[in-house]
């Protein structure tokens, strides 16, 4: 096992992704956005996040560029299958002119990328490369990012929030 791999399974990882933003819904303080936290195409660093690998606890943190001290949202809604994790979350206005900021910048078009942070549990180097497969991860948290190392990974939509359908449910 190469120190990469070791590194993979003590430390928290990061893959991007892009945002494709197809329209922004708010209602009140809720800001919902929808989607792909990340996909099995390799990242510009040559990895695979295997999706069906994913270990999660729903809700998950939403943050701003990976940045712990700078929660935005939570992600409620995450839907697995071996092509990516398509994901459901909201943002909440007015808590800090920071949020507010972060979704001007996603609304805007100016940060359109998703970014897992995660940890490795079953790793594997891609053979003839220095690239890792994560055959199985634990999802800590997904962050809003500017620039994603995984190019398929993006937001898809930001919407008002429907509270009294939220509500229904």
């Not at 993979?8 to 945002?19: E, L, M």
């Not at 099995?40 to 990976?66: C, N, S, T, Y």
């Not at 634990?138 to 009294?164: G, H, M, R, Y």
Request: aromatic share 6%; hydrophobic share 40%.
């Amino acid at each position: 096992m190469n120190e990469r791999m070791k590194d993979a399974t003590r430390s928290v990882q990061r893959a991007y992704s892009v945002i494709e933003m197809k329209s922004m819904k708010e209602d009140g303080d809720l800001v919902l956005i929808e989607g792909i936290a990340t996909t099995p195409a390799p990242d510009r660093m040559g990895d695979v996040v295997e999706p069906d690998g994913a270990k999660f606890k729903l809700p998950i943190p939403l943050l701003w560029q990976h940045d712990a001290r700078q929660p935005i949202g939570m992600v409620e809604e995450a839907t697995v299958t071996k092509d990516g994790i398509s994901i459901r979350g909201w943002i909440k206005r007015g808590v800090t002119a920071s949020i507010d900021e972060a979704i001007k910048l996603i609304k805007g078009g100016l940060v359109r990328g998703l970014s897992i942070g995660f940890r490795g549990l079953d790793v594997e180097e891609i053979k003839g490369s220095w690239s890792l497969r994560f055959k199985e991860w634990e999802w800590l948290e997904l962050s809003a990012v500017t620039i994603p190392a995984n190019a398929e990974a993006s937001i898809q939509s930001v919407k008002k929030f429907d509270t009294e359908q939220k509500a229904a449910s």
